[in-house]
Structures are given as C-alpha cells and as structure tokens.
C-alpha cells in the first residue's frame, strides 16, 4: 500500500555563479528559521526536488544529506524525512539569512544615489506597513535625523 502526502516546497530562486547546493541548502535553512517548514514536518524527498528545481538527482540528494548531517532534517521509517526540532536561533544567525539581500540593496541604493539616511527611512516605512514594532521605527527615525 503506498501513501500519497503533499509535501510543501520551499521557495529558490537560482542565482548565476553560486553552486545550486549552497542555493538549495541557504533556501532550506532559510524555510526553517523562518517557520515556514515547522519540526516534524515532511521534507521533499530527493526525487520532488530534483524535479521542482530541475536539477541533478545526486545534487538533490547531496542537500539532503547534508541536512541531515547538520541535524536539521532527520529520517524517520516508514515516513521519511522529517525536519528536526531546531535549535533557537540567534540574532546573529537569523540576520545572516538576510544577508546576500541586503548586499543587493545596498549595492543597487549606491547605484542609485540613495542615501544611508534615505534607506532606513525606505525600509521603516515598508516595516511599518507591514506592521511592525513602531516604537522601533519611531526611534531610528528620531536618531538618524539630524537636528
């Protein structure tokens, strides 16, 4: 008797001259800092994600390897892979998720002729939309602006 369960994947986007590996490993960690994939639940097997990501089957199953070996994913029989409860994070961990995006923005804002001052002040108004902590917001504003 075989079992049918959807399996959720985890959201890449391929960019040129980075391994598809490390690509695949940072998008997985990242799905689970951010809660998107939660402790226990089903990881892709290696043959959905060679096919999703139109990659190498030995590619595939290299990421999950490796994931194991980092004890973020664990095999469970008759189940398969689940992701393991995680370890908190820290600050430091979770702001690095973020990095290779926040070097893209930098880069682009100094193409651009945008200021340091002028990009907190872009980036709390988007937080603020999205509902951020405004007592935050409120005093970065306050000290980054000269009086």
Not at 23 to 44: D, Y
Not at 101 to 121: D, N, P, T, W, Y
């Amino acid at each position: 008797m075989r079992h049918s369960v959807h399996v959720t994947l985890f959201h890449l986007h391929l960019r040129p001259g980075e391994s598809i590996f490390d690509q695949l490993v940072f998008a997985a960690k990242k799905a689970f800092v951010s809660g998107e994939f939660q402790p226990g639940q089903t990881f892709p097997s290696v043959r959905s994600l060679a096919a999703e990501f139109k990659i190498h089957p030995n590619t595939a199953h290299k990421v999950v390897t490796h994931l194991v070996s980092a004890g973020l994913l664990e095999t469970r029989p008759g189940i398969g892979t689940v992701v393991a409860e995680l370890p908190e994070s820290t600050k430091s961990e979770r702001t690095q998720l973020l990095g290779y995006e926040i070097e893209q923005l930098a880069v682009e804002a100094r193409k651009l002729g945008i200021s340091l001052q002028e990009m907190v002040e872009a980036i709390a108004a988007h937080w603020k939309r999205l509902g951020g902590d405004t007592t935050e917001i409120t005093a970065l504003e306050r000290g980054g602006r000269k009086r």
